[in-house]
């Protein structure tokens, strides 16, 4: 199959890319101006979520959409919520448009997986959280994935397409040499100050330390992708979390300093109130829809991977 890539050169689009030619798929990426560094074989077409007539010409003659492209970065207020709408709900709208005309075209309804987010339950009630929580987003970030979602739903009602929506909590680690370089994530950004090349800056945390959040391996998310994009079946549309290795904070910092044998110096910020103090994943669905499993043993994993790539890019002349 020809599965189109939006967000191909992202971090977590990488990984999908490089799942996908594993397993003997023509990839088309989505790019913008810029030619990213991405594998050999892999078509670029260039587009813009926000542009309607650019996205319809770069689905044309494709079988399948991995749709990572979109504003993220939750907790960035610089970005008023029409922005995230414009980008995470227009834009998707924009690829159902073109995905709808592609089906009208060939008469075969294309698959779509869509990633979203495991903080559109914002503060949940009971944990682990499974798909049929309550959703809860507490900011536009998660608003807006929570409205492609829907709107995608509503869609794959129609017959048009097959759809899966997956619920990422914190992809983390390394794929094919490359790690998560957004110093806003708490594993780079932990690492980072452990490898000193941020020597005066310690690590801010917000609270005591104590939050707990669930954190996945990014090649495990990228299979993930690549399972439910066969898995989709025309009018259905199936949704599941993405999780595996819950951690506090302080669990963090303490295998950060475990494996780089450096200090992790913390500054502590006020807690943020409206967030939740523990957020895990339930994964049971997709273990038993998809057969879908991870394949790290633990955080030390992810966090080796990082460390690992921080390294090699330090030691670069």
Not at 261 to 278: F, I
Request: aromatic content about 4%; charged content about 20%; some cysteine.
């Amino acid at each position: 199959m020809k599965i189109l890539v939006t967000g191909a050169a992202g971090y977590v689009g990488r990984a999908v890319v490089n799942d996908l030619l594993a397993h003997g798929e023509q990839v088309v990426a989505v790019v913008h101006e810029h030619e990213p560094d991405l594998p050999d074989g892999v078509e670029r077409r260039h587009a813009d979520l926000t542009d309607h007539a650019a996205v319809s010409a770069a689905v044309r003659g494709t079988d399948g959409v991995c749709h990572l492209a979109g504003l993220a970065r939750a907790r960035l207020g610089s970005r008023p919520p029409t922005r995230y709408h414009a980008v995470n709900v227009t834009g998707t709208a924009h690829l159902l448009d073109a995905m709808a005309a592609e089906t009208g075209r060939t008469g075969r309804p294309a698959g779509l997986v869509l990633t979203s987010t495991g903080s559109v339950y914002g503060r949940p009630a009971r944990v682990p959280v499974d798909e049929a929580t309550p959703r809860d987003p507490l900011h536009a970030y998660a608003a807006s994935k929570a409205a492609a979602k829907d709107l995608i739903a509503r869609q794959a009602a129609t017959g048009v397409l097959g759809a899966t929506t997956l619920r990422i909590f914190n992809a983390a680690g390394a794929s094919a040499g490359r790690a998560d370089q957004d110093l806003t994530r708490i594993i780079p950004r932990a690492v980072a100050v452990a490898a000193a090349t941020r020597p005066t800056s310690p690590l801010e945390i917000n609270g005591d330390g104590t939050a707990v959040r669930d954190f996945v391996h990014v090649r495990d998310v990228a299979a993930a992708f690549t399972r439910a994009l066969r898995a989709n079946s025309s009018g259905r549309h199936a949704v599941y979390n993405l999780g595996a290795h819950p951690a506090s904070v302080r669990d963090l910092v303490a295998s950060v300093e475990r494996l780089t044998g450096n200090p992790v110096p913390l500054r502590h910020l006020p807690a943020v109130a409206q967030e939740a103090r523990v957020l895990i994943a339930d994964t049971t669905a997709i273990r038993t829809a998809l057969g879908w499993a991870p394949t790290t043993q633990g955080l030390d994993d992810l966090v080796r991977d990082q460390w690992r790539t921080a390294r090699r890019v330090e030691a670069t002349p």
